[in-house]
């Protein structure tokens, strides 16, 4: 892979005994026992599709597709809010 840096969000939660490591932007996720090794986990399933899109020639149109803007490197787009919210069903 070329040798530029990407900044992207990333959420975590617990799931039972597992912690799950989401990027949003991206659509990736993973998990671990812990919230290190969840994140570990997400770092490297990012690293792995960026490979294998960069190897396609596609991954700039993926991540300017995913709204990542690149100035010096690839920024995501910023989050206006995180709420939790409500519904009756």
């Given at each position: 892979m070329t040798n530029t840096n990407i900044q992207f969000n990333s959420e975590i939660w617990q799931e039972g005994d597992k912690f799950v490591a989401y990027a949003p932007q991206?659509?990736?996720s993973s998990c671990g026992?812990?919230?290190?090794?969840?994140?570990?986990?997400?770092?490297?399933?990012?690293?792995?599709?960026?490979?294998e899109a960069e190897k396609l020639g596609t991954l700039g149109s993926i991540l300017k597709e995913?709204?990542?803007?690149?100035?010096h490197?690839?920024?995501?787009?910023?989050?206006?809010?995180?709420?939790?919210?409500?519904?009756?069903?």
């Open positions: 991206l659509d990736i026992e812990t919230v290190e090794r969840a994140r570990a986990n997400l770092t490297e399933a990012i690293e792995l599709f960026f490979e995913s709204g990542f803007i690149f100035d490197f690839w920024q995501a787009p910023e989050i206006i809010a995180y709420e939790k919210m409500k519904l009756a069903i």
